[in-house]
T-cell receptor, first 114, second 115 residues
Framework: DQQVKQNSPSLSVQEGRISILNCDYTNSMFDYFLWYKKYPAEGPTFLISISSIKDKNEDGRFTVFLNKSAKHLSLHIVPSQPGDSAVYFCAASGRGTNAGKSTFGDGTTLTVKP | DAGVIQSPRHEVTEMGQEVTLRCKPISGHDYLFWYRQTMMRGLELLIY????????DSGMPEDRFSAKMPNASFSTLKIQPSEPRDSAVYFC?????????????FGPGTRLTVL
């Protein structure tokens, strides 16, 4: 049972346009959500996060939206740049017995074309 | 801080050999995670520790895998005996959970190839 799903394995956009990466989760105990970016031959690095008490968090070109009723979050990158080309992982964590542990999606490979 | 340090960066071994991967977490972090990334299974959590104590090892694929954290600044992941299907990139990550903060900091990974 995959609790965090990124249904699009890949996404290709033109430089300057918006990139929208989607993530769905099933566990209602999740209360904190993160996006990580991963370049080849490197470990994932933290990009942006949101807690369940908010529905939007913005950091420069990156905005994460959370729809708790739909158990869905999305990452918007505006404008997209070639350097944004990477694998993006969605992750979720919650309180309770697994506090501190994040569950990751399978990742979406974003390609931004010049 | 140097970040999470993993060694070796690359490991090539033959089937049946013992493999030991090493990790030094960020100082002050009380959580340590071992992940494995493959094309087929994505990024999967193998085991994680809190204050050097294993909390959840349900992701460890089988008894050939073992992990230890003898102190707050060092952890090992051992595979004995290794098999070709263990070939993957293994990541170590650490975090310090404070309130809602749950950001994990990943090391560069160890690329393991078992021939």
């Amino acid at each position: 049972d995959q609790q965090v799903k990124q249904n699009s394995p890949s996404l290709s956009v033109q430089e300057g346009r918006i990139s929208i990466l989607n993530c769905d989760y099933t566990n209602s105990m999740f209360d904190y959500f993160l996006w990580y970016k991963k370049y080849p031959a490197e470990g994932p690095t933290f990009l942006i996060s949101i807690s369940s008490i908010k529905d939007k968090n913005e950091d420069g070109r990156f905005t994460v939206f959370l729809n708790k009723s739909a158990k869905h979050l999305s990452l918007h990158i505006v404008p997209s740049q070639p350097g944004d080309s990477a694998v993006y992982f969605c992750a979720a964590s919650g309180r309770g017995t697994n506090a501190g542990k994040s569950t990751f999606g399978d990742g979406t490979t974003l390609t931004v074309k010049p | 801080d140097a970040g999470v340090i993993q060694s070796p960066r690359h490991e090539v071994t033959e089937m049946g050999q013992e493999v030991t991967l090493r990790c030094k977490p960020i100082s002050g972090h009380d959580y340590l995670f071992w992940y494995r990334q493959t094309m087929m299974r994505g990024l999967e959590l193998l085991i994680y520790f809190n204050n050097n104590v294993p909390i959840d090892d349900s992701g460890m694929p089988e008894d050939r895998f073992s992990a230890k954290m003898p102190n707050a600044s060092f952890s090992t992941l051992k595979i004995q005996p290794s098999e070709p299907r263990d070939s993957a990139v293994y990541f170590c990550a650490s975090s310090a959970r404070q309130g809602f903060t749950d950001t994990q900091y990943f090391g560069p990974g160890t690329r393991l190839t078992v021939l």
